[in-house]
T-cell receptor
Framework: GAGVSQSPSNKVTEKGKDVELRCDPI?????LYWYRQSLGQGLEFLIY????????KSGLPSDRFSAERTGGSVSTLTIQRTQQEDSAVYLC??????????????FGAGSRLTVL | GNSVTQMEGPVTLSEEAFLTINCTYT??????LFWYVQYPGEGLQLLLK?????DKGSNKGFEATYRKETTSFHLEKGSVQVSDSAVYFC????????????FGKGTRLHILP
């Protein structure tokens, strides 16, 4: 697609429920990232995919968080048994492959999660 | 790993004022440095970048110079406009030749007409 697409744009859920957030990256971008943006906390790295594999899961805050990517394209971030502290905007980004450290990330508009 | 620190906001300026948003980093080697911007209601987007020491990145009237002596990458603009109101993030790779990009906490900029 023309840009990085995320859905839903807004999600309100009750504490304890599971949620799934979807990211559709730019076609041809093999690298995919998930970040969490909380008020006053900047962007917190969650997970990074190169193709379908996740070489870096170091940012996932707990075992309630998981992510997968299929077909080298769409990714789903799942949060189980949501807690109020999970409320944030979840951002997905994609970039062309490369290990130069100079990759430019293209971000989606984000999924705003509110846990009541 | 590398790290980045940027000035706390919010920063409020009048239109046509001079802007500086400070960003300093700690890093192994000389990583690429980035400024991203998030306009109200929009996703983050790259504003400018510099890939080596002494490089100057520029875009939309904004500039930032990669200064290895002071490990800084301060963002500047000579005359801000109301449309520059946004949140600005300084960023760099987590490690040497690392794909993962880490971000500062962001600086919110308000420009008054």
């Amino acid at each position: 697609g023309a840009g990085v697409s995320q859905s839903p744009s807004n999600k309100v859920t009750e504490k304890g429920k599971d949620v799934e957030l979807r990211c559709d990256p730019i076609s041809g971008h093999t690298a995919l990232y998930w970040y969490r943006q909380s008020l006053g906390q900047g962007l917190e790295f969650l997970i990074y995919f190169q193709g379908n594999s996740a070489p870096d899961k170091s940012g996932l805050p707990s075992d309630r968080f998981s992510a997968e990517r299929t077909g080298g394209s769409v990714s789903t971030l799942t949060i189980q048994r949501t807690q109020q502290e999970d409320s944030a905007v979840y951002l997905c980004a994609s970039s062309l492959a490369g290990r130069s450290g100079a990759n430019v990330l293209t971000f989606g508009a984000g999924s705003r999660l509110t846990v009541l | 790993g590398n790290s980045v620190t940027q000035m706390e906001g919010p920063v409020t300026l009048s239109e046509e004022a001079f802007l500086t948003i400070n960003c300093t980093y700690t890093a192994t080697g000389y990583p690429s440095l980035f400024w991203y911007v998030q306009y109200p209601g929009e996703g983050l987007q790259l504003l400018l970048k510099a890939t080596k020491a002494d490089d100057k990145g520029s875009n939309k009237g904004f500039e930032a110079t990669y200064r290895k002596e002071t490990t800084s990458f301060h963002l500047e603009k000579g005359s801000v406009q109301v449309s520059d109101s946004a949140v600005y993030f300084c960023a760099l790779p987590r490690g040497n030749r690392d794909d993962k990009i880490i971000f500062g906490k962001g600086t919110r900029l308000h420009i008054l007409p």
